[in-house]
């Protein structure tokens, strides 16, 4: 027995977790040509110690396959095309039907209108966030938020 009666491989287990950094996916659903947002977005969550996986342009069957392989704690989607419900509860069911839902927290961000919002919050998005979103905010609603 180690440190107050722990065995030194759960001392190391509890260790690595902590020290483990925040996985991020960040993908776009189809292909609908605006990348600067989801850059933005990507370098923020990066340059604030997060490893980030840019998807790029993917489909919903890629984007939740990346993010179970990955083992990511964080789904940003970036959309622009209007089809934010259509993609975001095709993945989101998808992510249900693999048992892996519970486990990634989902923001989505693009050109939304704000009235989307809570509908998108009620099918299982942790967070919205459209144009003039200040990514320090995004940050923090991550650190403040990730399923542990």
């Given at each position: 027995?180690?440190?107050?009666?722990?065995?030194?491989?759960?001392?190391i287990?509890?260790?690595?977790?902590?020290?483990?950094?925040?996985?991020v996916?960040?993908?776009?659903?189809?292909?609908?040509?605006?990348?600067?947002?989801?850059?933005?977005?990507?370098?923020?969550?990066r340059?604030?110690?997060?490893?980030?996986?840019?998807?790029?342009?993917?489909?919903?069957?890629?984007?939740?396959?990346?993010?179970?392989?990955?083992?990511?704690?964080?789904?940003?989607?970036?959309?622009?095309?209007?089809?934010?419900?259509?993609?975001t509860?095709?993945?989101?069911d998808?992510?249900?039907?693999?048992?892996?839902?519970?486990?990634?927290?989902?923001?989505?961000?693009?050109?939304?209108?704000?009235?989307?919002?809570?509908?998108?919050?009620?099918?299982?998005?942790?967070?919205?966030?459209?144009?003039?979103?200040?990514?320090?905010?995004?940050?923090?609603?991550?650190?403040?938020?990730?399923?542990?």
């Amino acid at each position: 027995m180690g440190y107050l009666g722990t065995s030194p491989i759960h001392l190391i287990e509890v260790l690595t977790m902590s020290n483990r950094k925040i996985r991020v996916l960040m993908s776009k659903p189809g292909i609908d040509g605006h990348w600067r947002g989801g850059i933005v977005v990507s370098r923020a969550l990066r340059d604030a110690g997060m490893e980030l996986i840019f998807g790029g342009f993917q489909n919903v069957n890629q984007i939740v396959e990346a993010a179970i392989q990955e083992d990511v704690d964080v789904l940003g989607l970036s959309i622009h095309s209007g089809a934010h419900f259509a993609y975001t509860k095709q993945v989101i069911d998808l992510l249900k039907e693999k048992g892996v839902f519970d486990d990634i927290l989902i923001l989505v961000g693009g050109v939304i209108p704000a009235q989307d919002f809570p509908k998108l919050k009620e099918i299982g998005v942790a967070n919205v966030y459209g144009p003039g979103s200040m990514t320090s905010d995004i940050v923090e609603f991550i650190r403040e938020n990730i399923k542990k």
